[in-house]
């Protein structure tokens, strides 16, 4: 129902502002697209946000363009964000073969458990699940995107709550990136498929694109050959999505962007029948205004659900139906850019999200088959922001400062359990709670020479504690994590220095000092055996290095990153123990090396090079997770006109990547796979 609402209303909005154009000439109506002109007298509209501050070259910066988007060996937006130094999921499985509630990412290895700590914008959007905070990965096909903008340090001002660890921007292609069509196939070894489309046309002097891709396949073993039983099971995924988006302009400087979509995403993992499905629809629209006084209006909703099964891996049978956890996000913010003072970039506005959601699950005996308990769990959590920031620029001095208040507050928190013949078994009812707090960032740049740039920036962050983590007991057999309504929001403190080295025109190097600090980390903590619980840690530092190289020497090109990180526990009173761990699943190394070759128009051909060493399944150390080194390979051969082969290969040396270790129980990562495909229009 919310999408067909989302669709009529998105139908609405698009047509106005089309057919109030009155002076597109009917030559100019009939055009082809792209390859004809475009009368000058016309406004061309981007679908893009404003420009990014000058500011944002203070902060650990790394931008993605569509040309290293659309070569990932795997076709997955996980892939992509792979080569970003600090990038970290919670495991390294990938979106086709990990459960999708432990789809969080972050920054910085700033780890301890499966929800995000980094803020995911799809054209300002964030698209973070309401209920437990996971990415959507396998919804957001690369090849609509047309940059990717990554913000390592904690982000306060118009970058909202939820930024702790830093910000990734994906922004959606422009119609001559895209082109009228853009088309791929491709199977893999294993029978695998995925299909992909997008469809742009001028509509007046705006655009519309319609999008959708359908992956689907067996999967692979996630189990290893000698923990394998009859009841094990293929990786086996079932994904689509679909989108339509529109851009049209208002007046000479102010364009309106609308946008709805939907996706599905069905999965099983380890056993037969443990399925799980995760599926949304949104809806979003945005003003842009680039006049003299330049403005970002923008509103949103998402409507959410998750379903999952789990079953025993003693008996083989259902032991909980998580059957729904539907929950909604809603959400918009208010940028203003006002040109008051010159050689000065402001920008004031407000921000607000409202996440909702309720679990619905029923535990399931595995020797009768029968329900035992029934629960119900969910609240609410939002967060209004007002921030003002500010550029100045002063000669080769670029300075920046910005202050943000956020109202939070946690309401309606619950969780219930009744006996299968009704009788009360465990209820709390969570007390409201709400608070202000005050984020800061300031940062300088100083243009040294004409080709070094040396910068340094301090900040702070904020997150709430998500739903999951407020209201959610789960079970991965046999370790029991307890849900903590009394869970505080997580603030980060940090600093950087670094600098942006360009020795020659085809050598770009950029290296960045950090050293950062999670007050009140929220963690799963081991209590007892095969017990753990969400609790604040005192605190997670984290200090490292990050470094990037682009080299590009006529056809040959070079692209590495590299991030070391001493991340360690602070612990006191009950969690002691930890103090000087590693918090779980954080890796001390990572670092991917790419090296293109492009010998002619059309062609492309790429290997990359990935290590990450090992990291520790749980917070006391105990299962660890051997270091994994990786080769990829992508070749892209046109055949006629646009019409062009595609080869891709995963893991070509067969590197066992462990993703799961508790006491001898192992997951394991893609094993080497091939694609063959043809894409058209790329």
Not at 361 to 368: G, K, N, Q, V, Y
Not at 469 to 486: I, S
Not at 650 to 672: A, K
């Amino acid at each position: 129902m919310l999408l067909r609402l989302s669709a009529c209303s998105f139908a609405l909005l698009i047509a106005v502002p089309l057919t109030a154009q009155d002076d597109v000439s009917e030559e100019g109506a009939q055009s082809e697209f792209p390859d004809s002109e475009i009368p000058s007298s016309e406004i061309i509209v981007t679908g893009r946000g404003l420009d990014p501050a000058l500011s944002s070259g203070i902060y650990a910066t790394t931008t993605l363009e569509r040309e290293a988007i659309i070569a990932s060996p795997s076709g997955r937006l996980d892939d992509v964000l792979r080569g970003v130094a600090g990038f970290q999921q919670f495991r390294r499985s990938d979106s086709r073969s990990s459960n999708p509630s432990a789809q969080g990412v972050t920054l910085r290895a700033i780890g301890g458990n499966a929800t995000s700590r980094a803020l995911v914008l799809l054209d300002g959007v964030p698209i973070a699940d309401p209920f437990f905070g996971y990415i959507p990965l396998s919804a957001i096909p690369p090849e609509t995107l047309g940059a990717i903008r990554v913000t390592r340090g904690g982000g306060s001002g118009p970058f909202g709550a939820g930024a702790l660890a830093g910000t990734i921007e994906l922004e959606s292609a422009e119609p001559d990136a895209t082109g009228p069509l853009l088309a791929s196939g491709a199977v893999n070894d294993r029978g695998e498929s995925e299909l992909s489309g997008v469809l742009t046309q001028r509509l007046g002097r705006g655009f519309a694109v319609a999008s959708g891709r359908w992956d689907r396949g067996q999967g692979f073993f996630t189990t290893p050959a000698d923990q394998r039983v009859p009841a094990t099971a293929r990786a086996a995924f079932d994904s689509w999505n679909v989108a339509l988006r529109g851009v049209a302009p208002l007046t000479d400087t102010v364009e309106v962007q609308a946008r709805v979509a939907a996706f599905r995403d069905l999965r099983t993992l380890r056993f037969e029948g443990a399925d799980s499905t995760s599926e949304g629809q949104e809806a979003s629209l945005r003003i842009v205004g680039r006049g003299p006084w330049q403005f970002d209006a923008l509103a949103y909703v998402q409507a959410r659900d998750f379903s999952n099964i789990v079953i025993s891996s003693t008996r083989f049978t259902p032991t909980l139906d998580q059957r729904s956890t539907p929950s909604t996000g809603v959400g918009g913010k208010f940028e203003l850019r006002p040109p008051l003072a010159e050689g000065h970039d402001i920008r004031i506005g407000a921000d607000y999200r409202r996440a909702d959601g309720e679990l619905q699950e029923e535990a399931i005996s595995a020797f009768t088959g029968l329900v035992t308990e029934r629960r119900r769990a969910g609240g609410a959590t939002s967060n209004l922001g007002l921030f003002v920031e500010d550029d100045f620029q002063i000669g080769p001095l670029l300075l920046n400062g910005g202050l943000r208040a956020d109202r939070t507050s946690i309401t309606g928190g619950f969780f219930n359990a009744v006996s299968a013949n009704g009788q009360p078994v465990s209820t709390l009812i969570a007390p409201d709670r709400s608070d202000w707090a005050l984020s800061w960032r300031a940062g300088a740049l100083v243009y040294a020479t004409r080709r070094l740039e040396v910068r340094a920036a301090a900040y702070t962050g904020l997150r709430l504690p998500t739903l999951n983590e407020l209201y959610r007991p789960f079970v991965v057999f046999p370790v029991v994590t307890q849900a903590n309504a009394a869970l505080e929001n997580e603030r980060l403190e940090g600093y950087e220095i670094g600098l942006d080295w360009q020795p020659v025109n085809a050598l770009v190097l950029s290296v960045t000092a950090f050293d950062n600090k999670v007050e009140n980390a929220i963690a799963n903590v081991t209590i007892a055996p095969n017990l753990r619980r969400r609790e604040n840690l005192p605190a997670i530092t984290a200090r490292g290095i990050e470094a990037s190289l682009a080299a590009k020497v006529g056809a040959i090109s070079i692209d590495g990153s590299l991030a070391w990180t001493d991340a360690e526990v602070r612990g006191e009173g009950t969690s002691l123990e930890l103090d000087g761990n590693r918090p779980a699943q954080t890796p001390e190394f990572a670092a991917t090396l790419t090296l293109g070759w492009q010998p002619a128009p059309g062609w492309q051909v790429a290997g990359t090079l990935r290590h990450t060493s090992a990291q520790f399944e749980d917070d006391r150390e105990v299962d660890s997770l051997d270091s994994a080194t990786t080769i990829d390979a992508f070749l892209a051969a046109p055949l006629v006109d646009k019409l062009s082969l595609v080869v891709r290969a995963e893991n070509l040396t067969d590197e066992q990547i462990i993703t799961r270790n508790q006491g001898g129980s192992i997951d394991l990562g893609v094993p080497r796979t091939f694609w063959l495909g043809l894409r058209y229009g790329f």
